[in-house]
């Protein structure tokens, strides 16, 4: 096991397609963030099994560390966890792996911040006690802001 995926509860696998790789034979940078955002999108369903009519965030930063490249043809398994929980913020943690050889290798991690946010008001809100009770239920150790 990769020590740096120990704190990390929930996974999924991800194929990477055709169109990920860029003119160096390996997937670009950009889509390094795609595949969190897929990663979000399951973590969000599976774990709070979210409502997204009802509840909403924005992307207020995101950050990347590439430490080896993704090669197609393959699949990534993007590992992704909930920590630095504030009143209206909080972070999804990253790390993709891939196989090589039958070996787990890390090819990147990296967090963003999400802010909770109502559309029509145009504004930041709090985060709901219900999302933040079932994160502290699956996720265990969460550190609060």
């Not at 996974?11 to 397609?17: D, F, K, V």
């Not at 969000?44 to 509840?55: A, G, I, P, R, Y």
């Not at 991690?109 to 809100?125: A, C, W």
Request: glycine letters at 2%; aromatic letters at 18%; one cysteine or more.
């Amino acid at each position: 096991m990769i020590k740096e995926l120990e704190p990390f509860k929930f996974s999924t696998e991800i194929p990477l397609r055709w169109k990920d790789i860029d003119q160096f034979g390996h997937v670009n940078n950009a889509n390094y963030l795609t595949l969190f955002e897929v990663a979000r999108y399951y973590y969000c369903l599976e774990v709070n099994q979210w409502n997204w009519d009802q509840d909403k965030f924005i992307i207020a930063s995101a950050h990347v560390d590439y430490l080896r490249p993704l090669f197609f043809p393959a699949s990534a398994k993007i590992y992704l966890r909930i920590d630095d929980i504030g009143t209206k913020s909080f972070n999804f943690h990253y790390a993709i792996t891939y196989l090589k050889n039958d070996v787990e290798k890390l090819a990147a991690t990296g967090y963003s911040t999400q802010v909770m946010y109502d559309l029509e008001l145009q504004k930041t809100i709090s985060i709901p006690l219900r999302l933040i009770e079932k994160w502290k239920e699956f996720e265990k150790n969460i550190k609060f802001n």
